[in-house]
C-alpha cells in the first residue's frame, strides 16, 4: 500500500535560518507531488507541484523553493526564514484522477 | 482560472442536528475533479469524496451525502444527526485534468463546524 512520510512533526527555527521539510512517497511511482502551507487563518495555499524528477512549478511567489531529486521525494527550503514563513506544511502525492493523499503535516514556527 | 468558494467561515450546530456545508466552484475545463476532506484537530487531511464532472448522480455513505449540481456550479455536503465526533474544519477542492497542470488541487477557505453535545 502507499504510504507518505513527512518529517519533522514540529519545528521552530530562528528568523533567518535556513530551512529543509522532507516528504517521501512509497508504494507508487511516477506520483505528482505538491506542497501546500495552511496559515493561521485556515486555507491550503498550494507552493509548489512537481509532475517529474527535477521538475518544479511554484504558484506564488515567495522565499520558499522546492526541489525533487527522487521520484518519491519532495523537499521543501528556504535560505533564510522570515516570520511570515510561519504555518502548517503539508505535502500531498497523486496519480491520475485519484485524490490527493496527505501527509501528516509540519508545523513550523519562525521566532 | 480554478477557484472554490467556501463562504460559511463557521458552523455551529447542536447534536443530532442535520448540517450542509456549501461548496461553489468555477473552471473552465470540461472535465474536472471535485473533492471534499475532513480536517480534525490533529491537522491531517482526510479523504471523504471524489466527484468527477461528468457523474451528477448525488452519493450517499452513511450519515454523509453529497450533491453536486453543475448548473449551479456547487458540491454540497451535508451530515445527517450530526455527532461531537463531525466537528472538524471540512475543505471542499477541484481539480482540471491530471496532466492540466499537474492535476493540482485548489482548495477553498475551509468550512470550520462546532456540534455541541
Known amino acids: 500500500s502507499q504510504t507518505i512520510h513527512q518529517w519533522p512533526a514540529t519545528l521552530v527555527q530562528p528568523v533567518g535560518s535556513p530551512l529543509s521539510l522532507e516528504c517521501t512517497v512509497e508504494?507508487?511511482?511516477?506520483?505528482?507531488l505538491y506542497w501546500y502551507r495552511q496559515a493561521a487563518g485556515r486555507g491550503l495555499q498550494l507552493l509548489f507541484y512537481?509532475?517529474?524528477?527535477?521538475?518544479i512549478s511554484s504558484e506564488v511567489p515567495q522565499n520558499l523553493s522546492a526541489s525533487r531529486p527522487q521520484d518519491r521525494q519532495f523537499i521543501l527550503s528556504s535560505k533564510k526564514l522570515l516570520l511570515s514563513d510561519s504555518g502548517f506544511y503539508l505535502c500531498?502525492?497523486?496519480?491520475?484522477?485519484?485524490?490527493?493523499?496527505f501527509g501528516q503535516g509540519t508545523r513550523l514556527t519562525v521566532v | 482560472a480554478q477557484k472554490v468558494t467556501q463562504a460559511q467561515t463557521e458552523i455551529s450546530v447542536v447534536e443530532k442536528e442535520d448540517v450542509t456545508l456549501d461548496c461553489v466552484y468555477e473552471?473552465?475545463?470540461?472535465?474536472?475533479?471535485l473533492f471534499w476532506y475532513k480536517q480534525p484537530p490533529s491537522g491531517e487531511l482526510v479523504f471523504l469524496i471524489r466527484?468527477?464532472?461528468?457523474?451528477?448522480q448525488n452519493e450517499i455513505s452513511g450519515r454523509y451525502s453529497w450533491n453536486f449540481q453543475k448548473s449551479t456550479s456547487s458540491f454540497n455536503f451535508t451530515i445527517t444527526a450530526s455527532q461531537v465526533v463531525d466537528s472538524a474544519v471540512y475543505f471542499c477542492?477541484?481539480?482540471?485534468?491530471?496532466?492540466?497542470?499537474?492535476?493540482?488541487?485548489?482548495f477553498g477557505q475551509g468550512t470550520e463546524l462546532s456540534v455541541k453535545p
Open positions: 508504494g507508487t511511482s511516477n506520483p505528482n
Open positions: 500531498a502525492w497523486k496519480v491520475e484522477i485519484t485524490e490527493a493523499f
Open positions: 473552471t473552465r475545463d470540461t472535465t474536472y475533479y
Open positions: 477542492a477541484l481539480s482540471e485534468r491530471f496532466y492540466n497542470q499537474g492535476g493540482k488541487l485548489i
Open positions: 466527484r468527477n464532472s461528468f457523474d451528477e
Open positions: 512537481s509532475v517529474g524528477i527535477g521538475q
